[in-house]
């Protein structure tokens, strides 16, 4: 019972809602270039260098890796790139080009594609990049000593750093609208409050983040820092500039959504993305690094499985 | 296609075809050259087959297939059998295929008519297990298994597909007198019958007790109904009827209640036809008929690399033949054009979360299909709740990275019960021989 025609023969089901990664990725990126575009006017040239080179050096690093270990090219899906705009939207301005290419060699290569690929990262790649560059060169990657031959019309000091040296009576040098609208030192991408917000909102209207983790996140930072700043005024900031300064933008929208990395049940996302948060607010607080987001996401990142085990019964488990 | 919305971060609404007031009755397709019709198992040999070639047989005989099993199919046309071979379908199920070649004159079989006066489960059992939706009539007399409830699905399995509705819509007279015929024969006084909102004026009418379901996908799914509706979950791996459930589709009642009345077994199913650009016909074809004639009735041209499919978008299979016929439970006929079939790849699951949200069983499949990918089979159906699946497909459907998750599901559960097949075997062969030493 064979006719000559052939036919495609394939498993249910036979439509698709015609999602990609490749369409989830670039629309992250377009969202979060938004962000980058008031330092590139900003700083000029030294930004777009950096934002750049470590695009493009992500995606050569995959390519290699992926010429190395004889796996088909991954970068069409456009993972690499994003993991680039991400790691270079929290490096200062000034940083050096050499730095920018082991930071993307780490996250790309460390962060991700050892682990087997997109998917398979435990960490946000990104932030293993910047934290493992945190700790080897501390100094290249000082908001204050890296851009300090710049000089702009707002406090030429990094708030969160500020905040941590000399105390709350600092904050009255940043009003909470110009941290909004980007007049303060910090990450290409992560100064510009406004923008990263209405990237993020756009990306949760889409679907292509989560709005539990980036909102729990966010809760998390600002009950925290309430808590602290009850506690003892005249030692911690209050919640706005925990809010709006350092990388807590680009961390609840951008970093901590990170698919593979952050879980995928209701009420852990909630748990995780507040976890970020308090973990973000105690690191500045009490720890010793300036800012927490990076060391606090990628805290949360490996107790993620873990937390993710809080699901619903599947239906007829007994 | 139905494409993600922009708005993306709310569950997909993939709503059920509920035949709308302006819908036609469905369209009779003649039954011209040959029927095809499929026994449950293959031959073993010529010797073991109780039919063969150039027996006479007329419209709505009982034929019996084996000599060692009271296995039958039922003659949908009259005239000559002209070949019985071997037909290898899904997942490498055999069958015997039995083509009988009509004869112009149509003679109606009275075998039934003569010797069931009476409805009763028992010649229910006898004659009417071939009719349109293939009824498991025999669940219903199981003395261990208790049936309490029977559930009369008004709605159809799969998206787009209108064949149960279609029967409570234009017969809903015939719907009724099932209804009543099935709480005799079978003893159980509750049976419900499921119906979209739209049918609500029909059985209105004719008084026949119903409840109403969503009609978002899948809830019309007999999991879904046990615990929508009847509060009643079924556990993992048993069936319904070990809750003592009975799913029946309104198309397979009417055609109960038909067979008694006229005393002749009905031979007829209805058929959605969905087009390439997913228009729909319903037609009425004798099962048996090759899917072929149904397209060409109905106008849809089928090229090199289109994609024909039985059953619906979510759940059907597709064919390599348009000589394929239509089965008993065949509900619908798809073809997509080439240009239209979506690609599947082998990208790892990226953990986006998506099949997790619109999972209505609550599997966790972002872990189930990393260890279906690597063959773990046991490990998913005793720690990743393989077998809550309700096999509803919109886990596929969602998939950002495009994994045939549902077909890894599929493999999983048939690759799982061969494994436990062995296992008892192996059983069986230490206990022979612990009895032996």
């Known amino acids: 019972m064979f006719n000559q025609k052939k036919f495609i023969v394939s498993h249910a089901p036979f439509i698709h809602n015609g999602s990609s990664i490749t369409d989830k990725t670039y629309n992250i990126m377009i969202a979060a270039f938004i962000a980058v575009l008031p330092s590139i006017c900003l700083y000029g040239a030294a930004a777009l260098k950096v934002v750049a080179i470590s695009v493009s050096t992500a995606i050569i690093w995959e390519v290699l890796l992926n010429k190395a270990t004889k796996r088909p090219y991954s970068v069409g899906n456009g993972n690499a790139a994003l993991i680039g705009l991400l790691f270079a939207m929290l490096l200062p301005a000034g940083v050096p080009l050499w730095l920018v290419v082991i930071g993307t060699f780490i996250a790309v290569v460390i962060g991700k594609e050892i682990f087997g690929g997109m998917g398979a990262n435990p960490f946000n790649p990104a932030l293993i990049g910047y934290a493992i560059l945190m700790v080897s060169w501390p100094d290249l990657l000082d908001f204050d000593e890296v851009l300090v031959n710049y000089k702009f019309d707002f406090v030429m000091l990094s708030p969160i750093a500020a905040l941590k040296h000399f105390g709350p009576d600092s904050v009255a040098l940043f009003p909470a609208c110009d941290l909004l609208v980007g007049k303060q030192i910090g990450g290409i991408g992560s100064t510009c409050g406004i923008l990263i917000i209405l990237g993020g909102v756009y990306l949760i209207i889409r679907g292509f983040i989560r709005w539990e983790i980036s909102v729990s996140f966010l809760a998390g930072v600002a009950i925290t820092a309430v808590l602290f700043n009850l506690s003892d005024q005249a030692q911690y900031g209050g919640p706005v500039i925990h809010l709006l300064s350092g990388y807590t933008l680009i961390g609840a929208f951008y970093l901590a959504t990170d698919d593979s990395s952050s879980p995928v049940n209701f009420i852990p996302m909630l748990i995780y993305g507040a976890g970020c948060g308090i973990m973000t607010v105690l690191i500045r607080n009490i720890g010793s690094y300036v800012d927490g987001v990076v060391l606090a996401i990628i805290l949360m990142n490996l107790a993620s499985p873990l937390i993710d085990k809080i699901r619903p019964k599947a239906m007829g488990k007994v | ?437």
């Open chain 2, 1 to 437: 296609m139905i494409n993600k919305p922009f708005i993306g971060f709310l569950k997909p609404k993939i709503e059920y075809e509920t035949a709308g007031p302006t819908t036609s009755a469905p369209r009779e397709i003649s039954s011209s050259g040959h029927v095809v019709l499929f026994a449950e198992r293959p031959p073993a040999n010529r010797d073991s087959l109780v039919l063969n070639t150039g027996d006479k047989v007329n419209t709505g005989q009982k034929l019996s297939v084996f000599k060692d099993s009271d296995h039958y199919v039922i003659a949908t046309v009259t005239g000559a059998i002209s070949d019985i071979s071997s037909y290898t379908g899904d997942q490498g199920k055999k069958f015997t295929s039995i083509t009988i070649k009509s004869e112009k004159k149509e003679e109606v079989d009275d075998e039934f008519g003569g010797k069931c006066k009476e409805p009763a489960i028992e010649n229910a059992k006898e004659f009417l297990g071939c009719i349109a939706g293939m009824p498991e009539l025999d669940k219903l007399m199981d003395p261990e298994k208790p049936i309490k409830t029977i559930v009369v699905n008004g709605m159809d399995p799969d998206i787009m597909v209108s064949a149960n509705q279609y029967s409570v819509r234009y017969d809903c007279a015939g719907v009724r007198k099932g209804i009543e015929i099935l709480k005799k024969m079978s003893g159980v006084d509750n049976i419900i019958l499921i119906i979209p909102p739209t049918l609500k004026r029909e059985t209105q009418l004719e008084k026949i007790e119903t409840q109403i379901i969503d009609t978002k996908y899948p809830a019309a799914s007999p999991s879904l109904i046990a615990k929508d509706i009847l509060k009643q979950v079924v556990p993992a791996g048993k069936s319904f009827e070990d809750v003592g459930l009975f799913f029946i589709g309104a198309e397979s009642v009417a055609a109960i209640a038909h067979a008694y009345e006229k005393g002749a077994v009905p031979v007829k199913k209805i058929v959605t036809v969905i087009q390439k650009d997913l228009s729909r016909t319903v037609v009425s074809a004798v099962i048996g008929t090759p899917i072929s004639n149904i397209l060409s009735a109905v106008g849809v041209t089928v090229n090199e690399k289109d994609r024909v499919v039985i059953g619906g978008l979510m759940t059907g299979r597709a064919v390599y033949s348009l000589d394929y016929p239509v089965q008993p439970d065949t509900d619908a006929v798809l073809v997509q054009d080439m240009e239209d079939i979506s690609d599947i790849s082998d990208n790892a699951c990226i953990n986006c979360g998506e099949c997790i949200r619109v999972c209505p069983a609550n599997v966790p499949v972002n872990l189930l299909v990393r260890f279906l990918e690597a063959g773990e089979y046991e490990e998913a159906a005793y720690n990743y709740d393989l077998y809550s699946c309700i096999e509803c497909g919109l886990c596929s459907y969602v998939c950002t990275a495009k994994i045939p998750i549902f077909q890894y599901i599929k493999l999983a559960k048939y690759e799982h019960a061969l494994i436990l097949a062995a296992e008892a075997e192996a059983e069986a062969a230490e206990a022979g021989e612990a009895e032996n030493v």
